[in-house]
């Protein structure tokens, strides 16, 4: 079975700054996904930015990049000039890689992000 | 393009009653995965549906049960409530090819559901 941890139950960043969300995660597979969810205040969740483990170069989406340290198990997100926007629950998810399978999302616990003025 | 479409919003029931949940993947969607989200934890897996047949089923007792229709529609079924199923109940839907390599989620706005 797999885990994922999010130690970081809150953090706050002020508009344009930088902030890192930290995860690490279990398991015995090889070949997986990890993935950086946000779920704003009562709308719903949203992909920000995924990585396959295959691949070594760390995943960037516009300000939104990850350190994947996959020795380590750790699945970091780093937000650039942090927006309003951005406050939002931010979860760190984890998918076995596999056909025939079930595209199972294993969810951390979530950090609550606030980005304020 | 609608996305997943969830209903209803809210709902309230009392213990030991029965609640149909539904939901509508994005069209050309031929998958649905079902996750309940206690308040202040992550969400966890229930269901995975792709084509009328479950492909997948977390860690919940047989008072959940859940099917998918020939339009991909699927509905959640909870027997017997009990407190601690008051949570958001959010659907997700995928494409889900026969070659799977990744097939992205893309998540309803889920429904409230409030056991008294």
């Known amino acids: 079975a797999q885990t994922v941890t999010q130690s970081q139950p809150e953090m706050s960043v002020q508009e344009a700054e930088t902030v890192t969300l930290s995860c690490t995660y279990d398991t015995s597979e090889n070949n997986y996904y990890l993935f950086w969810y946000k779920q704003p205040p009562s709308r719903q969740m949203i992909l920000v930015i995924r990585q396959e483990a295959y691949k070594q170069q760390n995943a960037t989406e516009n300000r939104f990049s990850v350190n994947f340290q996959k020795a380590a198990k750790s699945f970091s997100l780093k937000i650039s000039d942090s927006q309003l926007g951005d406050t939002a629950m931010y979860f760190c998810a984890f998918m076995k890689h596999g056909t025939g399978t079930a595209s199972k999302l294993t969810f951390g616990t979530g950090t609550r992000l606030q980005v304020t003025l | ?116």
């Open chain 2, 1 to 116: 393009d609608a996305g997943v479409t969830q209903s209803p919003t809210h709902l309230i029931k009392t213990r030991g009653q029965q609640v149909t949940l539904r939901c509508s993947p994005i069209s050309g969607h031929k998958s649905v995965s079902w996750y309940q989200q206690v308040l202040g934890q992550g969400p966890q897996f229930i269901f995975q549906y792709y084509e009328k047949e479950e492909r997948g089923r977390g860690n919940f007792p047989d008072r959940f049960s859940a099917r998918q229709f020939p339009n991909y529609s699927s509905e959640l079924n909870v027997n017997a409530l009990l407190l601690g199923d008051s949570a958001l109940y959010l659907c997700a839907s995928s494409w889900e090819g026969l070659r799977r390599s990744y097939n992205e989620q893309f998540f309803g706005p889920g429904t409230r559901l409030t056991v008294l």
